[in-house]
């Protein structure tokens, strides 16, 4: 079982820059694929970004790439998501999620965070 608590989002001028944390509860945080998703208001939820459980190779949506980075700490558990170059169509709850392969689908994903809201303003 993996229990994912994210923190970090808030409101922000465009063009400027938040790191969204996800800590994970539980033992085998390094055995799982991490992912960040978000849901802009009135839209489908939609990948954002995804790493490996070894940090080694990491995945972006088209709409993020050059903009946001994510990384991972295993021995703190914890995986971030660095977003420069904000702009107001980030605007959206981004929620963390752990899964044993690294994939886009959402659905492949065995276990989510609550989310943290970030707000762009224009």
């Known amino acids: 079982q993996v229990q994912l608590i994210e923190s970090g989002g808030e409101l922000v001028q465009a063009g400027g820059s938040l790191r969204l944390s996800c800590v994970a509860s539980?033992?085998?945080?390094?055995?799982?694929?991490m992912a960040w998703f978000r849901r802009a208001p009135g839209k489908e939820r939609e990948f954002v970004a995804a790493?490996?459980?070894?940090?080694?190779?990491?995945f972006y949506a088209d709409f993020v790439k050059g903009r946001f980075t994510i990384s991972r700490d295993n021995a703190k558990n914890t995986v971030y998501l660095e977003m420069d170059s904000l702009k107001p169509e980030d605007t959206a709850i981004y929620y963390c999620?752990?899964?044993?392969?690294?994939?886009?689908?959402?659905?492949?994903?065995?276990?989510w965070g609550q989310g943290t809201p970030v707000t762009v303003s224009s």
């Open positions: 999620a752990a899964g044993t392969i690294v994939r886009r689908d959402g659905d492949s994903y065995d276990y």
């Open positions: 539980g033992r085998t945080f390094n055995k799982h694929a």
């Open positions: 790493i490996s459980w070894s940090g080694s190779s990491t």
